[in-house]
């Protein structure tokens, strides 16, 4: 079974020294919300974001939503042939159980992923679906302890992806960043075993995430 990181993703609850911002006050009475429990977004906190640390690389949970779809609603998913990670820029992971089912409704998913947040866990039947911890991407990837780490980059070396599929072994990693501009940090970087490049120009997220598990897929169902 491999393993796909979505790393250093831009999904994060309004941090601390941004609730008190005029956007965001506003934004949360409409949401019926304070503002600790809502998701930070640059569409709506656009002016309370301006000039953060690490700002191109936070406010965008829409990308995460784009990019879970992509991975859970495919054969290798519903097979139970990959394991899904979802690692925030502020280092909580998300941890995905079996075969279950993400909202397709972006509004849906916001409110999921606010209650996970809160509560640190979703449970249906007895069943854990979705669960929140602190941790660092160094401590869930030696967690994993794969025996290839594959990043994606375009700092990375240029390859493709039908190349990088038919030479994934069965307990690799993938990792693809979830946010919407920028690299991977320095730490994150060290620890990759192969950084790949598709193209001079950088692919969103979720183009990655569905072109590489496909060409992944067609390597052993086909």
């Avoid at 609850?13 to 919300?33: G, M, R, Y």
């Avoid at 569409?43 to 990308?63: L, Q, V, Y």
């Avoid at 279950?100 to 972006?106: A, N, R």
């Avoid at 039947?125 to 967690?143: F, M, P, R, T, V």
């Amino acid at each position: 079974m491999i393993t796909l990181i979505l790393a250093e993703s831009a999904l994060e609850l309004v941090p601390d020294n941004l609730q008190k911002h005029a956007s965001i006050i506003l934004h949360a009475e409409k949401l019926k919300k304070d503002p600790s429990e809502i998701l930070l977004d640059n569409s709506w906190h656009f002016a309370a974001m301006k000039g953060i640390k690490n700002e191109t690389k936070r406010g965008r949970p829409d990308i995460a939503h784009f990019c879970i779809l992509e991975a859970t609603t495919i054969p290798l998913y519903e097979k139970n042939k990959i394991k899904i990670y979802l690692h925030t820029i502020d280092d909580k992971v998300i941890y995905f159980g079996e075969n279950i089912h993400i909202p397709k409704s972006y509004h849906r998913f916001e409110g999921l992923i606010e209650k996970l947040f809160l509560e640190k866990s979703i449970e249906s039947n007895g069943k854990i679906l979705l669960e929140i911890k602190e941790k660092s991407i160094l401590a869930l990837i030696n967690d994993i302890n794969p025996s290839k780490i594959i990043g994606f980059s375009t700092r990375g070396k240029k390859n493709s992806f039908e190349n990088i599929a038919s030479e994934i072994p069965e307990d690799a990693c993938l990792v693809i960043g979830g946010f919407q501009k920028g690299h991977f940090s320095d730490l994150l970087q060290r620890k990759i075993d192969n950084l790949i490049s598709i193209d001079d120009s950088p692919f969103e997220a979720h183009v990655v995430v569905a072109r590489m598990l496909y060409e992944y897929e067609k390597t052993i169902f086909m």
